[in-house]
């Protein structure tokens, strides 16, 4: 079987840079088991160019997988987010989608994995779509809600055409992942009603790494301080809250409490919010973001987790904190929300606006930490070999 799939420059095989998010981490180990598996893997990166002209070339290649480059104008992409008069995107993107429905009929791939949805990723939803290829889609975000976010950056239109293209989904894709019963309903809420038979949900697995390191690290003897150790890891994105955290270092601060605060982000080195930046800085130790190994000490390091998000589908330092039996405060909003009730952590669910409230719950956690089986119901529900099992088994029922 040959799976065509969106890809990212960090899981090119000679690829030095930390994955950018949650779907590039996803599909570097499915593509790995894709290929252990006999199967072949071929992903579709897209890089932005400043020539008025469409390309897509080979870009590298390992046993099993090969990378292509689709590059075409940076102006293109921008100027369709920015227009003021409605356009049929299939007529605005039609040089993109030529190239790829060309491309699909050289490769003839078998299936159309889409890891994520994105402006990029429905130009491959509708050249397969065209091509009559099967496709599946792993929701791992709701573009509404993050465009709402930036939406100063985008004209009303511009908005309003993305969001017409994530209803595209529905129509175009066989089957659609949801990774839990939160993002599904926000989904059918959101942007439109999915047909039973066409969802199906699948979480997120665990890195093998983290298990393994966090099986030693719970073996080992802890050493106790008085200091009290405050994570979070979240991209500098509006909708990852970090304003809440902020707040929350300042309410313990004035409060003198013995909490140290760590984010594991990249602040942008740009003007825009300086003020917000500095205080952050000042009140928050920052560490850049790393390859996922390298995060092992931090999360041994850690005696709690903090995820504000205002939306936020299933974000893996919730279940990498798990593993080395480190429980994570979310927002409401986190997906993860269904899973924490029915593991007895409700209490480890908080609306973090207001900064006293967040303080005073984390005081009372840190007191009592509820017994939960949470730990071990990632450890056997998220694991690797049965979530990419299922997705090959998906692949296999719609082709």
């Known amino acids: 079987m040959k799976v065509l799939s969106n890809e990212y420059l960090s899981n090119l095989p000679s690829g030095s840079n930390v994955a950018p998010g949650g779907p590039a981490n996803f599909a570097r180990p499915f593509s790995n088991f894709i290929t252990k598996h006999g199967h072949e893997w071929i992903g579709i990166i897209h890089q932005g160019n400043n020539a008025n002209k469409t390309t897509l070339r080979k870009k590298a290649s390992s046993p099993g997988k090969t990378f292509f480059i689709l590059s075409f104008s940076y102006e293109h992409y921008r100027s369709f987010l920015n227009l003021e008069k409605r356009c049929d995107a299939r007529v605005w993107f039609a040089p993109q989608i030529k190239r790829i429905r060309s491309f699909i009929r050289r490769m003839e791939p078998d299936v159309l994995f889409l890891n994520g949805f994105s402006v990029y990723a429905w130009l491959l939803l509708e050249a397969a779509k065209q091509e009559h290829l099967p496709i599946a889609i792993q929701h791992a975000g709701i573009a509404k809600i993050e465009f709402t976010q930036y939406k100063h950056l985008y004209s009303k239109t511009g908005r309003a055409m993305v969001l017409q293209m994530e209803q595209d989904i529905v129509d175009a894709a066989s089957k659609q992942i949801f990774l839990n019963d939160f993002s599904r309903e926000v989904f059918c809420k959101k942007v439109a009603p999915v047909p039973k038979k066409q969802s199906i949900i699948i979480p997120l697995p665990y890195q093998e790494s983290f298990l393994r390191s966090a099986d030693l690290y719970r073996a080992r003897e802890k050493n106790k301080t ?122 480890w669910i908080i609306d973090f606006s207001d900064a006293k409230k967040v303080v005073d719950r984390i005081k009372k956690l840190l007191k009592k930490q509820a017994n939960s089986n949470f730990r071990s119901i990632i450890r056997n529900r998220h694991s690797p070999d049965k979530i990419f099992s299922k997705y090959l088994q998906i692949f296999k029922s719609i082709i």
């Open 226 to 347: 008085e200091t009290i150790n405050i994570g979070c890891v979240a991209r500098w994105d509006r909708i990852k809250n970090h304003r809440a955290i902020l707040r929350v270092a300042r309410e313990a601060k004035k409060q003198k409490l013995p909490w140290k605060f760590t984010s594991v982000t990249r602040i942008p080195q740009t003007p825009i919010d300086l003020h917000f930046k500095q205080s952050y800085r000042k009140n928050i130790e920052v560490m850049l973001p790393m390859e996922q190994k390298a995060l092992i000490p931090f999360y041994e390091s850690m005696d709690l987790f903090v995820l504000p998000s205002h939306f936020d589908v299933s974000p893996t330092v919730v279940m990498e904190a798990a593993l080395f039996g480190k429980k994570t405060l979310i927002s409401p909003n986190v997906g993860w929300v269904s899973e924490y009730r029915s593991s007895g952590l409700r209490n």
